[in-house]
């Protein structure tokens, strides 16, 4: 279910990604610039589609985890100028490093994924200009760097533990959410049995 599940979850996270994001994001640095210009001028968005892959990926079995990255690519490409498969390629690499790297930590997810964010985030970004450059495309490393690659960690940093809480909500209601009302009202029912 988990992998059907990628498809309407990753969709969404891209169209929100390209269209009500950006526009949210743009109002709230523009409220945070009339305390600090810190983030003025910048370009730097939240990539949902990277971060629910990730999270996912966390927790997940890494075949459910390498479609998450697949279909996630696909989303993106779909909505940018990139050709159909470049970032899938990036995601699933991701999806499959998250996954033998979170297996083997298991107390300690959320912090991984709060420590393996920037990193992703980086090479994801780095991974997409590079494939824009053979594509034709040029840009100034150190403008790219300033006004888009480190505002985008800071977003993709503050929208990991949110985004990890809603993926856990949603594995757990895919396994069958908690029973531990069922299993307590068959464990008193036995024990009146008994008596």
Same mark, same amino acid.
């Given at each position: 279910?988990?992998?059907?599940?990628?498809?309407?979850?990753? %969709?969404?996270?891209?169209?929100?990604?390209?269209?009500?994001?950006?526009?949210?994001?743009?109002?709230?640095?523009?409220? =945070? $610039?009339?305390?600090?210009?810190?983030?003025?001028?910048?370009?730097?968005?939240? $990539?949902?589609?990277?971060?629910?892959?990730i999270c996912w990926s966390?927790?997940?079995?890494?075949?459910?985890?390498?479609?998450?990255?697949?279909? %996630?690519?696909?989303?993106?490409?779909?909505?940018?100028?990139?050709?159909?498969?470049?970032?899938?390629?990036?995601?699933?690499?991701?999806?499959?490093?998250?996954?033998?790297?979170?297996?083997?930590?298991?107390?300690?997810?959320?912090?991984?994924?709060?420590?393996?964010?920037?990193?992703?985030?980086? =090479?994801?970004?780095?991974?997409?200009?590079?494939? =824009?450059?053979?594509?034709? $495309? %040029?840009?100034?490393?150190?403008?790219?760097?300033?006004l888009v690659l480190i505002?985008?960690?800071?977003?993709?940093?503050?929208?990991?533990?949110?985004?990890?809480?809603?993926?856990?909500?949603?594995?757990?209601?895919?396994?069958?959410?908690?029973?531990?009302?069922?299993?307590?009202? $068959?464990?008193?029912?036995?024990?009146?049995?008994?008596?």
């Amino acid at each position: 279910m988990g992998r059907t599940l990628s498809i309407p979850v990753l %969709g969404l996270s891209a169209a929100l990604t390209a269209s009500i994001i950006p526009h949210f994001l743009d109002l709230l640095v523009d409220l =945070l $610039n009339s305390v600090s210009p810190v983030l003025a001028n910048t370009r730097g968005q939240v $990539n949902l589609v990277m971060l629910f892959v990730i999270c996912w990926s966390a927790r997940a079995d890494l075949a459910g985890s390498l479609i998450w990255g697949f279909v %996630g690519g696909l989303a993106l490409d779909l909505l940018s100028i990139l050709p159909i498969g470049t970032t899938s390629a990036a995601l699933i690499v991701m999806a499959f490093v998250i996954n033998s790297v979170a297996s083997q930590v298991f107390r300690v997810r959320l912090i991984f994924l709060v420590a393996a964010t920037p990193l992703a985030t980086v =090479l994801l970004t780095t991974y997409t200009l590079l494939a =824009l450059g053979l594509l034709g $495309n %040029g840009y100034d490393v150190i403008a790219v760097t300033r006004l888009v690659l480190i505002p985008t960690v800071f977003w993709n940093c503050l929208a990991v533990i949110p985004v990890y809480s809603l993926v856990r909500l949603m594995q757990r209601r895919l396994e069958g959410g908690l029973l531990i009302a069922p299993q307590s009202l $068959n464990q008193g029912s036995d024990s009146r049995s008994a008596e």
